[in-house]
């Protein structure tokens, strides 16, 4: 892996990702974001919903770079199926940070720039097909004041950095606002982390993960 000027960082498939310095973590897998991100959250995650609801509503813990966000998008147009995506994140990343990264290009779907540069706590429909509520927020904090989701892209850092927050209460509280057959995926497959969603009513699917990563889970709400 390459590195460039700032916290940006090359991974092996060509796609950026960014270093905290704070948690000592990158956000995404240094073996390929994108490739990450399309198999976790793309391929397991919202795929498989295509065909089971008229409208698909996405939580993402942890907005980051919003490379989940534009790959939801892009899914979004080409199936012409409506989405809404509230994705929650603590720790903005700067607009020029956002302006590094080389997703637009690579992924084939403009509007990352729409993505970071939207208002905070307020829809905003940035296609007849995708509309984003972002907000600013610790997870622990927010609330969904009743919206039920599909899918949770779970995409916090490691447990080994933010242990708080893959324990069975804040998959508990993260339950809640899951639909009863909706998923979790995540890339964190964890035995402990398996054992906290199961305690937080998921059933546990291992999958084959993306390259450079053996499994990855998909919790299924009961
Ligand atoms: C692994 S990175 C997410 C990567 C992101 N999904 C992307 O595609 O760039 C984890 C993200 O969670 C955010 N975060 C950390 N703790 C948080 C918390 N308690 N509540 C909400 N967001 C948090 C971080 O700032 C970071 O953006």
């Known amino acids: 892996m390459d590195s460039l000027p700032s916290r940006l960082f090359l991974t092996e498939d060509g796609s950026h990702t960014l270093y905290d310095p704070g948690f000592d973590q990158h956000y995404h897998s240094i073996h390929g974001s994108l490739q990450e991100s399309r198999r976790i959250f793309i391929e397991l995650g919202i795929d498989p919903f295509l065909d089971k609801a008229d409208e698909i509503r996405i939580f993402e813990m942890g907005l980051g770079t919003g490379l989940n966000a534009l790959l939801t998008w892009q899914w979004a147009?080409?199936?012409?199926?409506?989405?809404?995506?509230?994705?929650?994140?603590?720790?903005?990343?700067?607009?020029?940070?956002?302006?590094?990264?080389?997703?637009?290009?690579?992924?084939?779907?403009?509007?990352?720039?729409?993505?970071?540069?939207?208002?905070?706590?307020?829809?905003?429909?940035?296609?007849?097909?995708?509309?984003?509520?972002?907000?600013?927020?610790?997870?622990?904090?927010?609330?969904?004041?009743?919206?039920?989701?599909?899918?949770?892209y779970y995409d916090a850092f490691a447990p080994r950095v933010q242990p708080e927050l893959w324990t069975a209460e804040t998959f508990a509280q993260v339950a809640a606002f899951t639909k009863t057959g909706g998923y979790l995926v995540t890339y964190c497959a964890k035995s402990d982390v398996q054992r906290a969603l199961r305690s937080a009513g998921f059933r546990v699917e291992k999958h084959p993960g993306p390259w450079g990563k053996r499994h990855v889970l998909r919790g299924v709400k009961e």
């Not at 956002?98 to 779907?109: K, R, S, T």
């Open 77 to 152: 147009e080409q199936h012409r199926k409506p989405v809404e995506y509230v994705g929650i994140e603590a720790y903005p990343i700067s607009d020029a940070e956002a302006e590094q990264l080389n997703y637009g290009a690579l992924v084939g779907q403009d509007g990352l720039a729409s993505v970071h540069q939207a208002a905070w706590g307020t829809p905003i429909h940035l296609s007849p097909y995708f509309t984003l509520v972002k907000h600013q927020t610790l997870l622990q904090h927010f609330s969904a004041e009743g919206t039920l989701f599909d899918v949770i």
